[in-house]
């Protein structure tokens, strides 16, 4: 049976903004409830509109952003109770990889010193037990030692990505977030990116959580899809059952916003009404209730519990409540 690395429980993460010009605070609550377990080795794509909670939900597993309460297990322990020292070791195993590779590396920088960087911190490696690691790593995504002297600005966008995913590789880490890692580059590059993620999943049997709002990357890339809805996880699946039998009003439509070019494979576009609502004023019931296509009069009074329809397949919709009674 597959390891579980990281297991999320009854998470919520909150903070305060200023509300417009006034000095009124508001609280935004980003992340409500998640209930998750990753596995290692697997590729596990968080999607969703942008301000659903994704990208709040995969910083606060690396402690980038606060958890207002639950629980975080790293190989069964509690990353929210980590010390200095543990948090330390924590993060060389958690790694990034940011959407923007222009804005990622620091231009001032060489690639070979960018890349030396994590290592002068974080070990206590000879030069040449450095260079080593850095050659491996660099000729790993596709580059060679040739460009090491050389500043980002010489590079393309997708050569600037496989610098970046050089880099979080350094440390050896045990999982990856990708952060939109293929949405800033060229279509004719994205393929490359996502082929390389591929091979480094299974060459070092490396976990990734990737942070997309773009489900035909998921489709192609990840093992299991988390779908969330202002911060709560409302549908969990294998890549098949979210793509094949998606379960939830909010996957379906989704799911039909995807352009095919397949004409037997086209589906009637579902429009959503309204706006996703304010992260700071969630609506009461079920939190898709003001735009749901399938809404019923206990949806906007009560909470959907999460409910397996089948092996690993989650859905939190009163839907599926009804039908299983
Ligand atoms: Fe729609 Fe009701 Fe299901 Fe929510 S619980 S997704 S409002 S049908």
Same mark, same amino acid.
């Given at each position: 049976m597959t390891e579980t690395l990281l297991q999320i429980k009854d998470l919520y993460v909150e903070y305060e903004t200023n509300k417009g010009f006034a000095e009124e605070k508001q609280v935004i609550h !980003?992340?409500? +409830?998640a209930n998750l377990e990753i596995k290692k080795g697997e590729i596990l794509a968080l999607a969703g509109?942008? +301000?659903?909670g994704k990208s709040t939900l995969a910083k606060s597993i690396i402690r980038l952003e606060k958890a207002k309460s639950g629980e975080i297990d790293f190989y069964g322990k509690n990353?929210?109770? #980590?010390g200095k020292k543990e948090l330390k070791d924590y993060r060389k195993k958690a790694q990034m990889i940011f959407q923007n590779p222009y804005s990622s @590396?620091?231009?001032? /920088?060489?690639i070979i010193d960018i890349l030396k960087e994590p290592l002068l911190i974080n070990t206590n490696l000879s030069d040449i037990e450095m260079y080593e690691i850095i050659k491996e790593k660099i000729e790993k995504v596709g @580059?060679?030692? %040739?460009? &090491?002297? &050389?500043? *980002?600005?010489? #590079?393309s966008g997708g050569q600037r990505q496989r610098i970046a995913i050089a880099r979080a590789l350094i440390l050896n880490p045990e999982f990856i977030l990708a952060?939109?890692? $293929?949405? !800033?580059? %060229?279509v004719s590059i994205q393929a490359q990116i996502i082929n390389l993620l591929r091979e480094l999943r299974n060459d070092y049997n490396l976990t990734f959580i990737l942070i997309t709002h773009d489900m035909g990357v998921i489709k192609y890339l990840a093992d299991r899809v988390a779908i969330m809805y202002l911060g709560e996880i409302v549908e969990l699946g294998t890549t098949s059952q979210i793509f094949y039998n998606p379960k939830h009003p909010y996957t379906k439509a989704l799911l039909s916003a995807i352009p095919q070019l397949n004409e037997n494979e086209k589906q009637e576009r579902i429009i959503l009404s +309204?706006? @996703? *609502?304010?992260p700071a004023n969630l609506p009461q019931g079920c939190k898709f209730h003001t735009r749901? *296509?399938?809404? /019923? %009069?206990i949806c906007s009074k009560c909470s959907p519990k999460e409910l397996? $329809?089948? %092996?690993g397949h989650k859905v939190k919709c009163f839907l599926y409540m009804k039908l299983n009674k």
């Open positions: !980003a992340v409500n +409830g509109e942008s +301000g659903c990353v929210l109770k #980590f @590396l620091n231009p001032k /920088m060489k @580059l060679t030692t %040739d460009i &090491l002297n &050389l500043y *980002p600005h010489e #590079f952060d939109e890692p $293929v949405s !800033a580059l %060229d +309204g706006d @996703l *609502p304010s749901c *296509p399938n809404c /019923m %009069d397996e $329809v089948s %092996d």
